[in-house]
């Protein structure tokens, strides 16, 4: 069973900063591309920032130039790096993994969440 476990939210005022982390444990035999999502109060959950294996990123528009996304492999983790941030970042983020294990094959796995609070 592959198991993926964020931290690293809380509340922060604008302009502030955060750095979100998220580990994967379990039987796993790899892992593709890492992410974060977030879903907002009454919105759709939408992709903040992906990274493959290889390290090649994609950010959403919204948050380009202020967040940044980065993995270690040998620890199984990802990271967001959240700078600037605004009230419309706040959101619940969850962190996504493909990952291959021995009991699913290739598959989505998705960690519980972890609320980022901006305000003042």
């Known amino acids: 069973q592959v198991r993926l476990v964020e931290s690293g939210g809380g509340l922060v005022q604008p302009g502030g900063s955060l750095r979100l982390s998220c580990v994967a444990s379990?039987?796993?035999?790899?892992?593709?591309?890492m992410g974060w999502y977030r879903q907002a109060p009454g919105k759709e959950r939408e992709l903040v920032a992906a990274?493959?294996?290889?390290?090649?990123?994609n950010y959403a528009e919204s948050v380009k130039g202020r967040f940044s996304i980065s993995r270690d492999n040998a620890e199984k983790s990802v990271y967001l790096q959240m700078n600037g941030l605004k009230p419309e970042d706040t959101a619940v983020y969850y962190c996504?993994?493909?990952?291959?294990?021995?009991?699913?094959?290739?598959?989505?796995?998705w960690g519980q969440g972890t609320l980022v609070t901006v305000s003042s």
């Open positions: 996504n993994a493909r990952v291959l294990s021995f009991s699913a094959g290739w598959a989505p796995a």
């Open positions: 379990g039987s796993i035999i790899g892992i593709n591309a």
């Open positions: 990274i493959t294996s290889d390290g090649s990123t």
